[in-house]
């Protein structure tokens, strides 16, 4: 098995720039409800129309990274979010207005999401070098990739030509997005209802190496689990008391926060992880040797990670005359 995951990595270390050459050109893609559609995503969708277009969003996410490094996984989560529930089409950052419910409301969006002024400042940004011609899910699929490389991951080939929706599905919200109380039988189903494979759902689970956590999603593990370090138990309950700070934050990796690594995995075999859900991937039985084995080699966890990203990226895109370019990506136009 050592042997094995020490040959992967090499390769991956030699193919990590590569992670998948289909993306360059046309290809099947994964829809959310999980057939497949064509998709015309390209890297250099943007190269005549705006060829600003990257270099616009990258150094705009790095500014608000450098006032904010959580914003990193605040812009990942977005572009998660989003894909998961009608596909990677920016319904996540339609506002609720007065005849309109979207999905910022739903159960595992509301009082958490954020990042929404970054993009509307990139969407803002582009607006005025190349008027209606970058959409808003685009942004976001590019956004989250610049984001985690600049904490130190892997990139990926992010093909582009993705249109907005005109409508949103609270419900989707409600339902489709795992929730961090989850057993792992319970991950494994939400992650396959998209077409991901348990492998992909660990991979996928990493990106919980950077970010916060409100004390209400994590309250119940370290006041009534057993297979939690004492001693993190002790200093997560400093963030987090029985009653009260619900909205009280805490890294869900408390070993390097702000850093796109492997230790994530490694605290999990420590008993440290933060939500049941994380510490399901080891605890709850057949996914424990992949986060041993991402613990040991990072390079194949980034590597399989950027794989998934790549993947999850396509799932569902509008493309060609579907939905619209939205000129603010908060509401329609």
């Known amino acids: 098995m050592a042997a094995i995951s020490q040959q992967r990595v090499k390769i991956c270390l030699v193919l990590l720039c590569l992670v998948s050459a289909s993306a360059y050109s046309t290809s099947s893609s994964t829809t959310s409800s999980g057939t497949l559609s064509i998709s015309l995503l390209n890297p250099l969708f943007y190269a005549i129309k705006c060829p600003q277009a990257l270099d616009t969003i990258k150094k705009l996410v790095m500014n608000a990274l450098a006032n904010d490094p959580r914003m990193g996984a605040s812009l990942l989560r977005l572009h998660f979010h989003d894909c998961f529930v009608q596909g990677c089409d920016a319904s996540v950052l339609l506002a609720d207005t007065g005849t309109f419910r979207g999905e910022q409301s739903a159960l595992p969006n509301v ?9 509307e400042k990139i969407k803002y940004a582009l607006e005025h070098e190349c008027p209606g ?5 685009d942004i976001l699929a590019v956004a989250a990739r610049d984001s985690v490389v600049a904490l130190g991951g892997p990139g990926w080939p992010v093909s582009l030509g993705r249109r907005d929706s005109t409508t949103a599905s609270f419900s989707g ?19 396959q209802k998209k ?6 759902m660990v991979a996928l689970s990493g990106a919980h190496t950077i970010g916060r956590a409100r004390c209400l999603l994590f309250r119940s593990r370290i006041y009534n689990e057993t297979d939690i370090d004492s001693t993190y138990a002790n200093q997560m309950r400093t963030y987090c008391p ?9 890294p869900i990796d408390i070993t390097t926060k702000d850093v796109f690594d492997g230790a994530y ?15 399901q991937l080891f605890s709850g039985g057949s996914t424990a040797t992949q986060v041993k084995s ?3 080699f990072p390079s194949l ?30 509401r329609v136009n």
């Open 301 to 330: 966890f980034k590597f399989d990670f950027a794989n998934a990203m790549l993947k999850m990226s396509n799932l569902s895109p509008l493309t060609g005359t579907q939905g619209q370019i939205r000129k603010v990506c908060s």
């Open 133 to 137: 011609v970058v959409s808003c899910a």
């Open 195 to 200: 077409l991901f494979t348990a492998n992909e």
């Open 265 to 279: 995995y490694t605290n999990l075999i420590n008993k440290k992880g933060l939500f049941h859900s994380d510490q």
């Open 242 to 250: 029985k009653a009260g700070g619900d909205s009280n934050l805490s």
């Open 111 to 119: 009082n958490s999401l954020r990042g929404f002024e970054v993009v």
């Open 294 to 296: 991402y613990s040991t």
């Open 173 to 191: 919200a409600n339902t489709d997005l795992p929730s961090p109380f989850l057993n792992l039988d319970g991950l494994i189903a939400a992650f």
